[in-house]
T-cell receptor, first 115, second 113 residues
């Protein structure tokens, strides 16, 4: 158990809908990262938040957004869903200290199926 | 961004055999992690290894940052070692403390009894 929790574990929805994925980082970790794993794209970094603020952006679509709340949990919002958004979405956390030399710990993932 | 190449893409081992997985990367990196994704999808940290050698039980890893590669050694493989092994180097953004992991496509390991 990495200490990172994600809910829900599975999500099935229809095209055009909007969903929210939730992540709670390990105790003491200030950074949260979101990743998408799909068969065709592999594991891709989406976005990072550090202590409530966006720190880095990767291959995140405009239909997707995220935020990190004062209690450090994070939510990833996916809207206008398409079939191609079906994937495993991971959240990771790290201490993200000033040196930046962090180990990222991954949650169990949320499997999203868009029908 | 960084290009990451892992080899071999697939590997089948008899239980008890040893193996070496390789990760080549295209740019200077500040750190590197190895992960194991088990058949249930969970990503498990194996090593944080920006340089040098580390060992953890039957697993060890070596990163030679100056030559842009990392190796993961698995000795006396067990069926529970099956899964996909990912290498993920990262480099800093211009802002301090911002690191992005770039994952390779992985090596799929199958250990048969």
């Amino acid at each position: 158990d990495s200490g990172v929790t994600q809910t829900p574990k599975h999500l099935i929805t229809a095209t055009g809908q909007r969903v929210t994925l939730r992540c709670s980082p390990r105790s003491g970790d200030l950074s949260v990262y979101w990743y998408q794993q799909s068969l065709d794209q592999g594991l891709q970094f989406l976005i990072q938040y550090y202590n409530g603020e966006e720190r880095a952006k990767g291959n995140i679509l405009e239909r997707f957004s995220a935020q990190q709340f004062p209690d450090l949990h994070s939510e990833l919002n996916l809207s206008s869903l398409e079939l191609g958004d079906s994937a495993l979405y991971f959240c990771a956390s790290s201490v993200a200290g000033s040196a930046g030399r962090d180990t990222q710990y991954f949650g169990p993932g949320t499997r999203l199926t868009v029908l | 961004g960084i290009q990451v190449e892992q080899s071999p893409p697939d590997l089948i081992l008899q239980e008890g055999a040893n193996s070496t997985l390789r990760c080549n990367f295209s740019d200077s990196v500040n750190n590197l992690q190895w992960f194991h994704q088990n058949p249930w999808g969970q990503l498990i940290n194996l090593f944080y290894i920006p340089s040098g050698t580390k060992q953890n039980g039957r697993l060890s890893a070596t990163t030679v940052a100056t030559e842009r590669y990392s190796l993961l050694y698995i000795s006396s493989s067990q069926t529970t070692d099956s899964g996909v092994y990912f290498c993920a180097p990262s480099r800093a953004y211009s802002g301090a403390g911002s690191y992005q992991l770039t994952f390779g496509k992985g090596t799929k390991l199958s250990v048969i009894p």
